[in-house]
């Protein structure tokens, strides 16, 4: 992405946070605060944009934009389809904190602290509530391209060996040692997704989804694998976001959008390209971020 920083701004953004301190995340919130407005900061629920919900950012009414340029210890989103920027405002009625584009940890050497260090600082902002979404490949059969899949539980591969954000020393402010992912995904809000998918005519799918390190797509093999174990769709995100979440007492909705469908058989395998993932992505990502605008209107908070 483009820097057109100041010296000053690019300094503070080199500014050296480290994720896993409390005292730091709280001097990334003050900066926030400070370059936004307090009032403006505080937001109720903060959804995160994959390749598939991009279109949801730019629909935020009354939107402040800060560049994640701006902020301490952000580091940049070079992934194509991620924007890059924290958007404040409105979303049916409700004050949101959007952000544009995420930290996915193959970009930055699997340091699952700093990928989710944006979901400790709209903790801080004040969200009760966090809307994730991603692009996957669709494994569970019934899964056509641009589907979306309400996504009920997840495979967390890279904290099964090891890389998980909550590794390393805890300070007691950030929550528990041990956090219970039981419940990862909110019940009541998932029945809220499925009572207005159902009004709105959206086929909503729900399963399971897995994220792999990445940045390579997976092989036939590898996904015949996660089918085995009970996966429904796969990407390269989320779960530690997803993680963290759970740690500070956010509450949990999230969506796949289906980009293209895993392969399963090395003889019939096709090619998987990002280009792919985009293309499809910004055909059904108006459609997904409209009836993720509609769910936001329900919310009780
Ligand atoms: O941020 P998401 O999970 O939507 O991005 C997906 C997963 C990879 O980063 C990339 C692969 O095409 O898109």
Excluded: W
């Excluded at 005292?23 to 400070?34: R, T, Y």
């Excluded at 952000?74 to 890059?84: I, L, N, Q, R």
């Amino acid at each position: 992405m483009e820097n057109n920083n100041s010296p000053t701004q690019a300094a503070e953004h080199d500014q050296k946070i480290d994720p896993r301190n409390y005292d730091d995340i709280l001097a990334v919130v003050a900066s926030i605060k400070e370059q936004v407005g307090e009032e403006t900061a505080r937001s109720d629920i903060g959804i995160i944009c994959g390749s598939g919900l991009g279109p949801i950012g730019d629909t935020v009414q009354e939107p402040t934009i800060l560049p994640y340029s701006k902020i301490p210890g952000f580091p940049t989103t070079h992934v194509v389809g991620h924007k890059g920027n924290m958007i404040f405002g409105k979303l049916g009625g409700k004050k949101v904190v959007c952000l544009q584009g995420r930290f996915h940890p193959y970009e930055h050497n699997m340091d699952l602290a700093l990928c989710t260090l944006p979901v400790r600082v709209m903790h801080q902002l004040g969200i009760k509530i966090m809307i994730v979404s991603n692009a996957a490949g669709g494994i569970n059969a019934v899964l056509r391209h641009g589907d979306l899949m309400l996504i009920k539980d997840h495979i967390f591969l890279p904290a099964l060996a090891g890389f998980s954000p909550l590794v390393g020393c805890n300070d007691p402010r950030f929550g528990a040692r041990f956090v219970s992912v039981h419940d990862a995904y909110d019940k009541q809000l998932r029945n809220l997704a499925i009572e207005v998918g159902r009004r709105s005519n959206m086929t909503l799918y729900e399963g399971v989804y897995v994220m792999s390190g990445g940045p390579q797509y997976e092989s036939p093999a590898e996904v015949s694998l996660f089918k085995t174990v009970g996966a429904d769709a796969l990407g390269m995100s989320t779960c530690h976001e997803v993680t963290v979440a759970r740690q500070c007492g956010i509450k949990v909705l999230g969506f796949s959008l289906i980009t293209n469908i895993a392969n399963l058989d090395a003889d019939q395998s096709v090619e998987v390209s990002h280009e792919e993932v985009m293309d499809i992505a910004k055909q059904a990502g108006e459609r997904a971020s409209s009836f993720v605008s509609d769910i936001v209107q329900e919310l009780s908070l």
